[in-house]
Structures are given as C-alpha cells and as structure tokens.
C-alpha cells in the first residue's frame, strides 16, 4: 500500500504542480484572477483524479479486487496529502522567487473587479479592508502554507470521499 500511496501521490502532485507553474506563467501577463481560478481548480481536479486511480489500482492488483470504505479512504487521504504539499512547495517557490507581488496585484484587482461591477463606496471600502488583512497575513509563511492548503485540499479530500464510496468492494459471503 505504501508504494502505491507514493506513487500516486507523486503523479498526482507533479501534475497539480506543473499544472499550476503553467496557468502562472500564462496568467502573470493577464491578470484573470476568475478564469485563473477555475482553470486551477479544473487542473486540481484532473490531478486529484490519480486518487481515484490509486485506490483502484491498489484493489485490483494487490487486495484481490477487494477494499473497505476505510482503506480506501485511508489511501486516498494518503495520495491527497502528497499531492496538496507537492502543490503547496510548488507555490511557495513560485511566490517567494518569482511573483512576490502577487497579493498585491489580486488585490488590487479585487477592488477594480468591485468598482468596475457598480458597487458602493461601502462594500469597496469592506472589500479594500479585508484585501489589507489578506496582504498583511500573506506576509507571514505560516499564513501562506495555510491558506494554500485550504486551496487545495479540499478539493482532494471530496475525491477521496466519492472514491472511497465507488470503489469500496467487501467480499462476498460464502453461502454453505
């Protein structure tokens, strides 16, 4: 089990990963925060789709086609865990070395998206004072690896629950 665990968790994390440095570097010039995000949650799930493909490999090959809801969710929270840090590693790098400006700039465009869509000098002020808050909490890593892993991990953490659910298979009782 463990070598299967690795094994996804690493294909599962270099994929969310490179997926990620890819929408970057195409994002850095564009500054879609919106389509950003849904191609990087897309890009999750694609990656997230290796828990899934563990947990099912590890039954048919090596569990005689059999596997409990607990074990299998044991797995998948295993390949999740691997992934989310690859991701989270990822990001840290991508940050600290090469957009170190990042909040400032989602910032910023999270306030232009709210004047730009009509809202009112109050909800822009709201919007302006928790933005702050964010860049002021980016500041510190711990803040960073935590929001990052809010960012990812629960989309894999939902994989794992529906493949658990699919995949899981008890043996049949023997009839005398």
């Not at 463990?2 to 440095?21: A, D, E």
């Not at 899934?52 to 074990?71: Q, T």
């Not at 990822?90 to 730009?116: E, H």
Request: aromatic share 14%; charged share 15%.
């Amino acid at each position: 089990m463990k070598k299967n665990v690795l094994v996804f968790g690493l294909i599962s994390g270099l994929v969310v990963s490179v997926l990620m440095i890819v929408l970057m570097i195409f994002n850095n010039n564009h500054a879609d925060y919106d389509m950003s995000m849904l191609l990087g949650y897309t890009s999750m799930l694609a990656a997230f789709s290796f828990v899934f493909v563990g947990i099912k490999n590890y039954r048919d090959k090596y569990n005689g086609g059999l596997i409990s809801f607990g074990k299998a969710f044991k797995m998948g929270l295993l390949i999740t865990l691997i992934s989310s840090t690859m991701y989270v590693l990822t990001w840290l790098v991508i940050y600290y070395c090469f957009m170190p400006d990042f909040m400032d700039k989602y910032a910023a465009q999270m306030v232009q998206q709210a004047q730009s869509s009509g809202a009112g000098q109050a909800e822009i002020q709201q919007i302006t004072a928790e933005m702050a808050k964010n860049q002021e909490m980016y500041k510190n890593p711990v803040f960073v690896i935590l929001f990052t892993y809010l960012e990812v991990f629960p989309v894999g953490l939902l994989i794992t629950l529906i493949s658990a659910l699919i995949l899981k298979r008890k043996a049949k009782p023997v009839v005398v």
